[in-house]
Every structure is written in structure tokens, then in C-alpha cells.
């Protein structure tokens, strides 16, 4: 009996071994390098924060000309008060970005010649882990609901009964609006919805003293979870990227009425990826985006925001959360409410496969998945031993299935890849 | 080929799921298809036991309604889908109006799941709008409907619908692309194809179904539309599935039964 009393820690202290060091091993993989929006030319990036039918909608303001040419005008489903708009710290979209962007990591491969169970156990490293009316306009059919500022925005709410009236409305009013552009805007006036339109208060924004636009965040109460896109596509005769990052405290949001999609994951590829990795994620989606016949939506990144693993950056505090829009959070009597389960949408769109605004659903999908590359370093110091012959012998065929991989991934030719990775493993690869 | 004509509706739906698995890569797991086929044949057999009104066991049935769940209901959670299958057979036993379940099973068990449950959804984006799909679902669901002899719900409510969806777009002034993205929808087609045609649930007078199927044509068309939600169509046929018992009675004509089919296609 009084021998068990040693034998009995013993035993749970080598269990636990067994059963917690791989998942410690298969976590210890860390955060490289990542893909983030910056890699597109024109990516907008949108937030929108979303509890019932509030939602807060946060737009990056990318705008490249000059600040006083600037205006937008986007579609609303209810007039808007002063206290629903607020203009954002562009700082929190890219904290989101970079949060959220697909990611490489990379893991060592330990000596082979160390014992056995260490080295099952180092094998496991790469585990698969699972988007006022002025007088005279009124016979224009426009109406001005609300004018106001918001920092360096001047903001008109307007509703219009017709669209040719909106565009010559728009157009005398100093709004430079694109030829075409009354007959799209009929049927969100037909919809009952309410037009957005911002531009730059010139006296404000030197007195900010900012140098770029600060994105635009509004807030309202709608059944409506939709993103109007169709507007922008008026004069763009190329495809335009969108990555919108949707905060819930229920779980994962899809889109409705076309495909959501996974973006291809948590694969093992060469390690001389790790110098081009924002290259290798380009050719990645362009190579996916062409597969899933340009008319799909991509996940890249489903996430409680509590935690990441691993991270690319730290997770946001709630006050940052709370800038990107998140209002749930202060109602302590809901507790199981206070997650944020974030969900990044990655679209390219074009006008002749997304004729209809995106539409969303909120679900409480709850899986976490991420955009995640593998580099699984070979182990290079001295090793002799009978298992290390075996060892050697098993890298090419590992370094092919990388090979492999990375040309099916990025659409790469597959020579030019076998000869990077000479290079850059030398004799391991023979 | 096959004697039973829900043999072919069990291969179809079988070839669906493994497609849906295959090539749309969609959140389907494995044990939760075990979970709805387990569940609803379960619920079959103890309810056959209990009440034991039908003289053989109606297996083929349940596995339609289990496989039809896993189509179209998405969880994280087993116990919802025991649940959805639960309620989806039982459903068919209790709500009955002189011998005959007016819900269908499936669409009761999506409902169930949905308002009883915090952690189920449903997709309607999920299959896309490839054209091969269209056509397969067309090709597919018209060898069934062929046989059990009900063509004229399919059409009248994708007729009605499609009809009230262009008079939609015209009055807004989309573009016709929007029009046809909105009915080429996978989901649509499916749901219009499999589900509201089931023989056993919906009326059985010809005048009956297609008075039914635009009304359920109508309420989808709103629900979509005026209060934005996704899953219209089944709250559509859910809400509209009693009206079965008025329209029976309204238009009178033998139910439909799955054994006699050569009987009941004199009728039409």
C-alpha cells in the first residue's frame, strides 16, 4: 500500500506527459508573418458590429485624391441623427486587420536522435485547426432629413422620391456624381432607404491637424444586414476587393445569397515562402478566387476575440472593441452575451458575378478557423544515430509534398518551386 | 429500377448530401447526419409502436425527413439535432386531421430547431447558383414528380413566385441579373423541388395544391422582402401547413399514398 502512494503521483504525473505535452508542443508554433489588407490597391475594409437589428457599421476611408474632393454616398435604411455618427480612429481597423489576416507560422523539426517520445511528440506540431431643405429642392422630389458635423465631416441625410431629382439634386449641390448613377439609384429609393452623403469639412480637418480621412462610423436599428455594393461598381471596370469584419456576440455571419467559402488552410509549404509570404498569399486567393469561378465569398479568419493562437497581434481590449463599434458589452445583465466572435469576409468582387448587394446572416457557428501556412523547419545540427538515417531519408519526399502543395495553392510552377527549395535546404533536399 | 419511389428520393438526397459535403465544403459533420438518421428513425419506431396505426413500419419516410434535416439544418450542437429529428417525426403523429399529418416533417423540424434552440441555422447560401446544380435539382426532383404525380406545386409556386420577384425588380429598376441571381439560387430550387411537393402533407386536390403553393409563394415573397428573412421559405410552408385541412375539405380528392400509387394517379 504505502508503495502505491508513490506510484500512484507517479503514474498521473506520466499521464499527464502523455496527454498534455503534444497539445503544449502543438501549440508552440509562432506567428511569422502575415497578409494583411494593405497587400491590395484597392481594398475597402468595413466593420460592422451587430447585436438584433442594431447595427454599427464602420466604413476605412482609403480615399486617395485630394481632401477636398472627397464626398460618399451611401445607402441607409433610416435617417440618421447627429448621435448615430461618429467618425472612427483609423488605428482600429488596422488593429482588426491585422488580428484577423491569414498567417504563417512555423515549428522545428527537434533532433531526431532524441528519444522517442519526444519526438512523436514534436511530429504533432503542425495540428489542423479548425468576412433643411432648401427651398427649391423640394420640387426635385429630395428632402433633407438631418444636416450636421462630425469632425471633419460635413453630413446630409437625405430621402428622395426619385432619382433623376437625387442626381440633379446631388449634382448642384457640388457633389460630383457618376454618369449612370440615377438609374442605380432608384432602387434603393424604391427600397424606402435614406443616402448617406459625407464630404470634407476643409477648416475642420486643418484644425485637426490629421493627415489622412478617419473612417466613418454610423449606427441604426434595422432588420436589414446588407452592404450595399452595387454603387460602387459604377464606373470600376476591374475587379475591387472588400474585406468586412463582422463583430457578433453569437457566433460566425455568412452570407446569404451567394457562397461563403473557406479559404484554403493550415497546409505545410517551403520554407523560402517565409521572404515572400504577402506574394504567396496573392497568388493563394487570386488562384482560389479563379477556382470558385469568381463568385464566392471567403473566410478567412472566424475567431473568438477573447483569444488567438497564434496571434498575429494581440487581441483587442474591450475599449478598442468599443471603438470598432461593439455595444453589447456594457450590459452586465446579459452575461453570456459579452463575447465578440469575429468573422473576416474576404470579396472580390466584379460587376457581372455580384449583380445583388451582399446580404449577411449572423449564426452561433461558433468553429474557429484561420488562414494558417505551415513552415516545418528540417533539423540541421550533427546527428548520428539509426533513426536519423531514416530521418534524412524522409525529407525529399516532405520537401515534395510542400513542393506540391505550394503549386497548387498559388497556381506557381511547380520546377521553379522544386529548384527554390534546393536552394534554400541545400543537400537535405537530395 | 428501384420499386418505391422514395428509394430514388433516398438516393437523390443521399447524392446531395455527399455533393454538398464534396464540392461545396460546406460545415457538415459526419456524426450529426448519424445523429438526425438515428433520431428519426428512433421516434418512427417508438411512435409505430404506440400508436401502430400503419401496419408496416415506415422507415423510408424518416430517413427522407433525417436526410432532408442534414441537408438543410446546420448546429454545433447534437443534442438540437436530436431534437429537429425528434420533432419532426413526432410532429407527423400529433398534428394529424382525420388520419393525415399536415406538416412537413422536415420543414416542422427546421421550424422546431430554429425557435426552440439558440444554436441552430440554416444556409441558403450554400449552394450557390451554379447552373449544373439548377439542372441536376431540375432533372433529379422531375423523375420524382413525374411519378408521385405533383408537377403542378413545383410549378405553381416557383410560377407565382418568380412571377411576384420580376414585378419587384421592374418596380425597383434593378437590372435583370439581380432577377435571375435571386432565382437561380440552389437553396430555392431545392426547397421548391423537395420539399413542398411531399405527396403525404400537402393538399391532395390539384385545385387545392396550386391555391396552396401560391399562398405559400406569397407569404415567402414577403417574408424575404418586407421582413429580410433568410429562412422565408420555411417559415412560409410552416405557417401555411394547416391550411391543408380547409383546402381538403374545400377540394376533396383520395390522399396520397406511397403503396398505392397506381390507385391515386387515376386521379390526376
Known amino acids: 500500500m504505502k508503495n502505491l502512494r508513490f506510484i500512484i503521483p507517479l503514474l498521473l504525473a506520466l499521464v499527464a506527459v502523455l496527454c498534455f505535452t503534444p497539445a503544449a508542443w502543438a501549440f508552440c508554433g509562432f506567428y511569422v508573418a502575415k497578409a494583411d489588407a494593405k497587400l491590395y490597391n484597392k481594398a475597402s475594409q468595413v466593420v460592422i458590429a451587430r447585436d438584433g437589428n442594431r447595427t454599427v457599421l464602420t466604413m476605412a476611408n482609403d480615399f486617395q485624391g485630394k481632401v477636398k474632393d472627397f464626398a460618399i454616398v451611401v445607402p441607409v435604411p433610416t435617417v440618421l441623427k447627429k448621435e448615430q455618427v461618429h467618425v472612427a480612429e483609423p ?104 443616402f448617406f452623403v459625407a464630404k470634407v469639412n476643409l477648416d475642420k480637418f486643418e484644425q485637426s491637424g490629421y493627415q489622412f480621412l478617419r473612417p466613418l462610423q454610423i449606427s441604426y436599428q434595422s432588420p436589414r444586414f446588407i452592404l450595399p455594393i452595387r454603387l460602387g461598381m459604377i464606373n470600376a471596370t476591374t475587379e475591387q476587393d472588400l474585406i468586412v469584419y463582422i463583430l457578433s456576440p453569437k457566433g460566425s455571419a455568412e452570407i446569404t445569397n451567394y457562397r461563403t467559402v473557406k479559404v484554403p488552410s493550415n497546409l505545410n509549404i517551403p520554407l523560402f515562402v517565409k521572404d515572400e509570404f504577402g506574394k504567396f498569399y496573392k497568388s493563394l486567393f487570386q488562384t482560389a478566387y479563379i477556382k470558385e469561378d469568381r463568385k464566392v465569398a471567403f473566410v478567412e479568419y472566424t475567431w473568438d476575440m477573447s483569444s488567438c493562437d497564434p496571434c498575429s497581434a494581440n487581441p483587442l481590449t474591450p475599449e478598442e472593441l468599443k471603438q470598432a463599434g461593439v455595444f453589447w458589452q456594457d450590459v452586465p445583465i446579459r452575461p453570456y452575451r459579452s463575447s465578440v466572435f469575429i468573422t473576416r469576409l474576404h470579396i472580390r468582387y466584379t460587376r457581372d458575378q455580384f449583380p445583388e448587394d451582399l446580404m449577411f446572416q449572423e449564426t452561433s457557428h461558433r468553429e474557429l478557423f484561420q488562414g494558417r501556412y505551415i513552415l516545418q523547419h528540417p533539423f540541421t545540427g550533427n546527428i548520428q544515430c539509426p533513426a536519423a538515417t531514416e530521418y534524412t531519408h524522409s525529407l525529399p519526399q516532405r520537401f515534395e509534398q510542400e513542393a506540391q502543395n505550394l503549386a497548387r495553392l498559388t497556381n506557381w510552377n511547380i520546377q521553379d518551386i522544386r529548384q527554390k527549395i534546393k536552394l534554400s535546404v541545400g543537400d537535405l533536399a537530395n | ?86 420533432s419532426a417525426i413526432a410532429g407527423k403523429f400529433i398534428f394529424q386531421f382525420r388520419n393525415k399529418h399536415f406538416f412537413n416533417p422536415a420543414n416542422f423540424g427546421i421550424i422546431c430547431a430554429l425557435v426552440l434552440t439558440p444554436n441552430a441555422w440554416v444556409s441558403p447560401g450554400q449552394w450557390g447558383e451554379d447552373w449544373w446544380y439548377g439542372l441536376l435539382f431540375i432533372g433529379t426532383g422531375s423523375m420524382i414528380l413525374q411519378r408521385v404525380g405533383r408537377w403542378d406545386t413545383t410549378a405553381a409556386f416557383l410560377g407565382a413566385y418568380s412571377v411576384l420577384e420580376a414585378v419587384r425588380n421592374f418596380y425597383l ?17 431545392l426547397f421548391a423541388l423537395f420539399m413542398i411537393t411531399d405527396p403525404r402533407s400537402i393538399p391532395n386536390a390539384r385545385t387545392g395544391r396550386v391555391v396552396w403553393a401560391v399562398c405559400v409563394a406569397i407569404l415567402t415573397f414577403i417574408l424575404r422582402n418586407n421582413f429580410f428573412l433568410p429562412t422565408a421559405v420555411f417559415w412560409a410552408l410552416f405557417s401555411l401547413s394547416p391550411m391543408t385541412i380547409l383546402l381538403d375539405n374545400l377540394w376533396l380528392a383520395p390522399r396520397f399514398s406511397w403503396l398505392k400509387r397506381k390507385v391515386s394517379t387515376l386521379n390526376f
Open chain 2, 173 to 189: 429598376g434593378w437590372t435583370w441579373d439581380v432577377y435571375w441571381h435571386r432565382l437561380m439560387s440552389g437553396s430555392l430550387l
Open chain 2, 1 to 86: 429500377m428501384l420499386k418505391d419511389i422514395r428509394d430514388y428520393q433516398i438516393l437523390f438526397l443521399s447524392l446531395f448530401l455527399i455533393l454538398g459535403i464534396g464540392t461545396r465544403d460546406w460545415t457538415l459533420q459526419p456524426e450529426l447526419i448519424a445523429v438526425a438518421i438515428t433520431t428519426c428513425l428512433t421516434t418512427q419506431y417508438l411512435f409505430s409502436l404506440v400508436v401502430g396505426q400503419e401496419k408496416t413500419l415506415n422507415l423510408r419516410s424518416a430517413l427522407i425527413t433525417s436526410l432532408g434535416l442534414s441537408l438543410l439544418l446546420r448546429t454545433d450542437h447534437w443534442t438540437t439535432m436530436v431534437l429537429a429529428g425528434t
Open chain 1, 91 to 194: 488605428e482600429i481597423i488596422e488593429r482588426l486587420d491585422a488580428f484577423s489576416a491569414p498567417r504563417l507560422v512555423e515549428y522545428f523539426d527537434p533532433n531526431p536522435c532524441s528519444p522517442p517520445m519526444n519526438r512523436a511528440l514534436n511530429f504533432t506540431a503542425a495540428p489542423p485547426m479548425r468576412h433643411t431643405a432648401r427651398r427649391g429642392d423640394r420640387n426635385l422630389g429630395v428632402t433633407v432629413e438631418a444636416r450636421f458635423n462630425v469632425g471633419e465631416y460635413d453630413i446630409l441625410i437625405l430621402s428622395a422620391k426619385e432619382s433623376d431629382g437625387l442626381a440633379t439634386w446631388l449634382n448642384r449641390n457640388g457633389y460630383k456624381i457618376p454618369r449612370g448613377a440615377n438609374q442605380l439609384l432608384k432602387p434603393y429609393i424604391r427600397s424606402a432607404m435614406k
